[in-house]
């Protein structure tokens, strides 16, 4: 499985951002997908995810009500739109995919949950 990130860029804060991350390879629709972030000189953290059949996601506290992941299986991509971004949110973005499912819970954010990562793109936000 191979995973293509994409819709990184530099943004004033307060605007918005959509990326994009592209699966191949395998059938990609029964993964679950998730996003990760991490900042320079910090580690990688969970940001969201979502079930193979996008009924079921789970987001970190800090971008709740902000950010919203979700998928296009027929695509076999997923998406994740970022609304009202701060100076804090300027990161790497990773997209995951894992051959799991999603609880709803605080069980989504555990790394190991997820098998295949992307490259990263990078997000920054200018105050």
């Known amino acids: 499985v191979q995973l293509q990130a994409s819709g990184g860029g530099l943004v004033q804060a307060g605007g918005s951002l959509r990326l994009s991350c592209a699966v191949s390879?395998?059938?990609?629709?029964?993964?679950?997908m998730a996003w990760f972030r991490q900042a320079p000189g910090k580690e990688r953290e969970f940001v969201a995810a979502?079930?193979?059949?996008?009924?079921?996601?789970y987001y970190a506290d800090p971008v709740k009500g902000r950010f919203t992941i979700s998928r296009d299986n027929a695509k076999n991509t997923v998406y994740l739109q970022m609304n009202s971004l701060k100076p804090e949110d300027t990161a790497v973005y990773y997209c995951?995919?894992?051959?799991?499912?999603?609880?709803?819970?605080?069980?989504?954010?555990?790394?190991?949950?997820?098998?295949?990562w992307g490259q990263g793109t990078l997000v920054t936000v200018s105050s």
């Open positions: 995951a995919a894992g051959n799991t499912y999603i609880t709803g819970t605080y069980r989504d954010t555990d790394r190991g949950r997820y098998d295949y």
């Open positions: 390879g395998r059938t990609s629709s029964t993964y679950a």
């Open positions: 979502i079930s193979w059949s996008g009924n079921r996601d």
